[in-house]
């Protein structure tokens, strides 16, 4: 049986692609975080762990999708500064797919 031929290119520019979302929602992270009142360097850090984190849950959701490279990166960017609500929609949606109904394990 054949195996397909592992394109280093490709793996690259995906790579490349995946980077360059991951700094775009830590940049929308940030500027969330020296946007508000009460910057303070362990927000600016909780913002950057939070952004970057859903910024890649989005970035592998939208991967294969048929949209643009330019519409992928944007929606990963603004989900970076939407970071912690897009995590509580994250978790609502498990949360009813497992019908916890927001209540806590006994």
Same mark, same amino acid.
């Given at each position: 049986?054949?195996?397909?031929?592992?394109?280093?290119?490709?793996?690259?520019?995906?790579?490349?692609?995946?980077?360059?979302?991951?700094?775009?929602?830590?940049? +929308?992270?940030?500027? *969330? =975080?020296?946007?508000?009142?009460? $910057?303070?360097?362990?927000?600016?850090?909780?913002?950057?762990?939070? #952004?970057?984190?859903?910024?890649?849950?989005?970035?592998?959701?939208?991967?294969?999708?048929?949209? +643009?490279?330019?519409? *992928? =990166?944007?929606?990963?960017?603004? $989900?970076?500064?939407?970071?912690?609500?897009?995590?509580?929609?994250? #978790?609502?949606?498990?949360?009813?797919?497992?019908?916890?109904?927001?209540?806590?394990?006994?």
């Amino acid at each position: 049986m054949d195996q397909p031929q592992f394109d280093i290119a490709a793996a690259m520019a995906q790579g490349r692609s995946f980077l360059a979302a991951a700094a775009l929602a830590v940049l +929308g992270g940030v500027v *969330r =975080a020296l946007r508000s009142s009460h $910057c303070t360097g362990k927000q600016l850090v909780v913002e950057f762990l939070t #952004s970057l984190f859903s910024g890649i849950i989005v970035w592998l959701i939208l991967h294969d999708t048929p949209i +643009g490279e330019y519409y *992928r =990166a944007g929606v990963v960017g603004v $989900c970076g500064y939407v970071a912690p609500k897009i995590l509580d929609y994250f #978790s609502a949606k498990a949360c009813n797919y497992m019908a916890l109904d927001g209540e806590k394990p006994k």
